[in-house]
C-alpha cells in the first residue's frame, strides 16, 4: 500500500445489512477498527437460542466457517485456538483471507450488540477508544453473563488446549482490555473524577475466587486525541455515551458517525457533532441509514404523552418493554409512574448498571431513587454480583406478591425475556405497552408472536408494535429519519460518502450518485 493511500474494508453492515458494524481504516502509519459487533443476520441465519456457536469449547473454529466473523489471521486471541493448530490453513485460500497483524485499536461508537458484541474475540492487547458510559455499559453487560466469548465486551476468559477442544484457565485471572476514554468537555460531572470514584468497580469482578488482571482506564485529553489523528463526539441515540469518530488520513479527515438521531432530548449533542466536522473539511464521510426510508420521527414527548394515557386508563398492572439501556425512554415511564402515584420496577441487571452510569451523569436514575424500585425474583443460587445488589438496595426491593396485592401502584419493565414474571404476577386487568422497534427478522417476528401469546394468556391489553395490538407512538427510533439525514449529510459537506448500516444504498445513489463511495462485503476500497 502507498503511503499515501487510505483503504476502507467493510466487514459488516456493508450497504444491504442493518448493524453488525466491523470496519477496517488503514494506510501504511495506522489501521483502526471502527466498531467490531454481532451481525445479527448471518447469526440468525444460522443459530438461534437453542443452536448455538460453541465458542466456550471450540474457540473460533464455528465463527469461522459459519462467517460470523471475517478470517483475518492475527487479529484474534491466540487462546481461542490453542486446541486447534491447523485451523489457519483451512482459510488461507480464501479471498477475504489475510494477515491483520497489528491494529492502533477499536474506536467504539456504542454499546448496542450489533456494535460491540464479537470485542471477546480479538486479541487481548487491541485497546478501546471509547466514551467512559460506553466503557462501563460493556461491563455491566458482562458482570452478570455467564462465560462465553461473544460476552467478553471488557475482559477476556483465557482458555488452554483439553485435547481437542478448551477450556478456562482454573485460577487464572481474568484479562480486561486497555480502555482509553475520549472525552468532547460536554459531560455532565467531571471525567477524572468519576474515574476515580469507578476505579474500585472497574477493577473489581464476579466471583469468590476469581480475580481479574485490571487495565485502569485511562483519561484523553483533546489535544492528546490530536496527537492519535483522532476527534470524538457525543451524539444522540437510545443509550447513552454514543459517540461519533474522525480520523486524520493522508487524504484528509474521515468522520464515522456510529449511529445517531437528531429528534432526540440530546440532538443538541449531533448538531455540535455536524458543525465540527463540517468545519475538518472532511474527505469521507462514513455514515449509517437504517431509516432513510421514514419521516416525521415519533420523538420522546410523544411516547411519553401516549403511554401516559394508557397508564391513566388502566387500573391494574402495567409492563413496560424497553430496554433500560434507553435511559430517556426510563426517565419517560418513571416520570409517568411518578405523576400517577406508581413505581417504575427495574430488574437487578438494570438496577447494577443504573447505579454505576449514575456515577457519570446524575441524571441517569439511582436505583435507590424516588420512584424507582427492584424486582425480587425467584432464584436458587443468588450470583455475586447480585448479592451486592440485594445488599446495598434491600429496601427498594419488592416482590411478586406485593404487586399482586397493589397492582395500580406499578409500571413494571419487563421484555419478552424475562415473561416467565407473569406466571408469579398473575396479573388482572393490566396492560402490556411494547416500547421497542418492531421486528424486523423471521426469527423477531417468532418471539414477538410468542410474546403475544403470553399476553393473550394472562389476558393482557396490548399496545405497540406487536401482532394484534392497538397502535400508536410509543417508541421513538434511535436512528435519525430520511430528510434529517440528508439534511446531515449535506451540511457535513464531504467530498465522499459511504453508506453503511443501511438496506437502502439507491437512497444514497440517488442523491449524491459518483460522491457516493461503493463496497462491498470483505472488498478492500482504496481511496
Known amino acids: 500500500m502507498s503511503r499515501t493511500a487510505l483503504s476502507i474494508t467493510v466487514y459488516g453492515a456493508a450497504p444491504g445489512e442493518i448493524g453488525g458494524n466491523r470496519i477496517l481504516v488503514e494506510w501504511a502509519a495506522r489501521r483502526w477498527l471502527l466498531d467490531f459487533g454481532m451481525r445479527f443476520g448471518p447469526t440468525g441465519k444460522f443459530f438461534e437460542e437453542f443452536v448455538q456457536p460453541r465458542g466456550a469449547t471450540l474457540g ?8 460470523l466473523i471475517p478470517p483475518l489471521e492475527g487479529l484474534y486471541r491466540n487462546d481461542l485456538s490453542a486446541h486447534d493448530p491447523g485451523l489457519w490453513a483451512r482459510y488461507r485460500q480464501l479471498a477475504q483471507h489475510r494477515t491483520v497483524d497489528q491494529v492502533d485499536g477499536v474506536l467504539l461508537s456504542h454499546g448496542h ?3 460491540v458484541g464479537s470485542m471477546g474475540f480479538l486479541r487481548e492487547d487491541i485497546p478501546v477508544y471509547t466514551g467512559l458510559t460506553t466503557a462501563l455499559i460493556g461491563k455491566c453487560l458482562q458482570d452478570p453473563k455467564p462465560t462465553g466469548v461473544d460476552g467478553e465486551f471488557n ?18 485471572p481474568r484479562i480486561q482490555r486497555r480502555h482509553y476514554i475520549a472525552t468532547d468537555g460536554t459531560d455532565v460531572t467531571d471525567p477524572a473524577a468519576a474515574i476515580e470514584k469507578l476505579a474500585g468497580f472497574w477493577g473489581w469482578v464476579p466471583g469468590e475466587r476469581t480475580a481479574i488482571q485490571s487495565s485502569p482506564l485511562e483519561l484523553l485529553d483533546q489535544r492528546r486525541l490530536g496527537d492519535l489523528g483522532l476527534r470524538f463526539w457525543r451524539v444522540d441515540h437510545s443509550i447513552p455515551g454514543s459517540a461519533a469518530f474522525g480520523i486524520e488520513t493522508p ?8 449511529d445517531l438521531r437528531m429528534h432526540g432530548h440530546s440532538k443538541q449533542r449531533t448538531e455540535k457533532f455536524v ?10 464521510l462514513i455514515i449509517e441509514g437504517t431509516r432513510v426510508d421514514q419521516s416525521d420521527p415519533v420523538t420522546e414527548p410523544d411516547v411519553h404523552q401516549a403511554a401516559d394515557e394508557v ?4 387500573g391494574g398492572v402495567v409492563l413496560a418493554d424497553f430496554t433500560a439501556r434507553n435511559i430517556e425512554r426510563l426517565r419517560t415511564f418513571r416520570d409517568i409512574a411518578t405523576a400517577r402515584g406508581r413505581r417504575l420496577v427495574v430488574t ?14 446524575p441524571n441517569i436514575p439511582h436505583p435507590a431513587s424516588e420512584g424507582l424500585a427492584i424486582l425480587d425474583e425467584p432464584l436458587g443460587t443468588v450470583p455475586s454480583w447480585e448479592k451486592e445488589v440485594r445488599q ?72 405497540g408494535g406487536l401482532p394484534g395490538a392497538e397502535q400508536g407512538p410509543y417508541h421513538a427510533s434511535g436512528h435519525i429519519d430520511g430528510p434529517a439525514l440528508q439534511g446531515l449529510i449535506e451540511e457535513i459537506g464531504a467530498e465522499r460518502i459511504l453508506p453503511v448500516h443501511t438496506e437502502h444504498p439507491e437512497w444514497f445513489a440517488k442523491r449524491w450518485g459518483e460522491k457516493v463511495v461503493r463496497v462491498e462485503e470483505g472488498v478492500p476500497a482504496l481511496l
Request: proline share 3%.
Open 348 to 361: 437487578t441487571k438494570d438496577a447494577y448498571m443504573l447505579e454505576h452510569l449514575n456515577v457519570i451523569d
Open 392 to 463: 446495598r438496595f434491600a429496601a427498594n426491593f419488592v416482590r411478586a406478591a406485593d404487586i399482586r396485592r397493589e397492582p395500580g401502584g406499578y409500571i413494571l419493565c419487563l421484555s419478552y425475556w424475562d415473561i416467565t414474571n407473569l406466571i408469579d404476577l398473575e396479573p388482572e386487568g393490566g396492560t402490556y405497552i411494547y416500547s421497542s422497534s418492531e421486528a424486523h427478522s423471521e426469527e423477531q417476528e417468532i418471539d414477538a408472536q410468542r410474546l403475544t401469546n403470553w399476553l393473550d394468556h394472562f389476558g393482557l391489553r396490548k399496545v
Open 60 to 67: 473460533l473454529r464455528d465463527y469461522l466457517r459459519m462467517g
Open 251 to 258: 487524504i484528509g479527515w474521515v468522520i464515522y458517525s456510529g
Open 311 to 314: 397508564v391513566r386508563q388502566t
Open 113 to 115: 450488540v450489533d456494535h
Open 155 to 172: 475482559y477476556l476468559v483465557p482458555r488452554a488446549a483439553k485435547g481437542d477442544v478448551l477450556e478456562a484457565v482454573r485460577g487464572a
Open 275 to 284: 458543525k465540527e466536522a463540517r468545519a475538518l473539511q472532511p474527505a469521507l
